[in-house]
């Protein structure tokens, strides 16, 4: 494959694609609030549902119970599903912000467990029921730098490319983060995902608008048989 250089890959990508202010629930609360804790809950009720499903679930668990450690480990457990339910899963991931909530409650200081060394904060927070490597991967990703989760879209695109042969959460964040500079790896992380949503979708991917059409393994594969 004719494999572009990490910055050529993103410029293409930034020139072909722009994203407004609430196209990431994690990136839209880091911006406001600088809170580990308020961005865990954000990418906790990501989990399997569109962005604005995330939006709705967060803005009502703020008005209802509030986002704050306090709040959420004082509140019972069933008014934190009925805020949270336009995310689905809502038992799930009520009981999964409420085990955050008691987490820090416990002593536990988000920022401090932040700062350890990425796989020792990956080791400490993936304790957390409901808590995966991805969703401290977003969260290293914004207060640290250096790390590319690998959401389904991630995945799906980095296998396309080439970038990535793995169906392996860490290879394929290894593998990126190989190829990526570490001061360009979160901005990596979101135009893939906005790369995945908007153009290499899952089933027909359209691969005659996307402006990595000539750098594509999948798409140059196709364009070999077609002949
Ligand atoms: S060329 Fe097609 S398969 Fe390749 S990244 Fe673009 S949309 Fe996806």
């Known amino acids: 494959m004719p494999r572009l250089k990490p910055h050529e890959l993103l410029e293409k990508l930034r020139e072909a694609l722009t994203y407004g202010d609430e196209e990431f629930i994690a990136f839209y609360i880091?911006?406001?609030?600088?809170?580990?804790?308020?961005?865990?809950?954000?990418?906790?009720?990501?989990?399997?549902?569109?962005?604005?499903?995330?939006?709705?679930?967060?803005?009502r668990l703020e008005k209802e119970v509030g986002v704050s450690v306090d709040a959420i480990a004082s509140a019972p457990l069933e008014k934190i599903e009925e805020a949270i339910r336009p995310a689905g899963l809502w038992r799930q991931k009520a009981r999964s912000i409420k085990s955050l909530a008691e987490y820090v409650k416990r002593g536990n200081d988000l920022e401090t467990v932040l700062a350890m060394p990425p796989e020792e904060a990956r080791r400490a927070l993936t304790s957390i029921p409901g808590v995966?490597?991805?969703?401290?991967?977003?969260v290293l990703a914004l207060f640290k730098g250096g790390v590319v989760p690998v959401d389904t879209h991630v995945r799906r695109v980095a296998n396309r490319l080439g970038?990535?042969?793995?169906?392996?959460?860490?290879?394929?964040?290894?593998?990126?983060?190989?190829?990526?500079?570490?001061?360009?790896?979160?901005?990596?992380?979101?135009?893939?995902?906005?790369?995945?949503?908007?153009?290499c979708r899952a089933r027909k991917p359209l691969c005659e608008i996307c402006p990595l059409r000539s750098y594509c393994e999948y798409a140059l594969k196709g364009r070999e048989i077609q002949r």
Not at 167 to 190: G, N, Q, V, W
């Open 30 to 59: 880091f911006k406001r609030y600088r809170d580990p804790f308020k961005v865990l809950v954000g990418v906790i009720l990501s989990q399997n549902t569109a962005e604005a499903n995330t939006f709705k679930a967060y803005r």
């Open 132 to 138: 995966g490597e991805k969703t401290v991967d977003v």
């Open 163 to 199: 970038l990535s042969k793995s169906s392996s959460y860490r290879k394929i964040r290894e593998d990126l983060e190989r190829y990526f500079p570490s001061d360009l790896r979160l901005e990596a992380h979101m135009y893939l995902i906005l790369l995945g949503r908007r153009i």
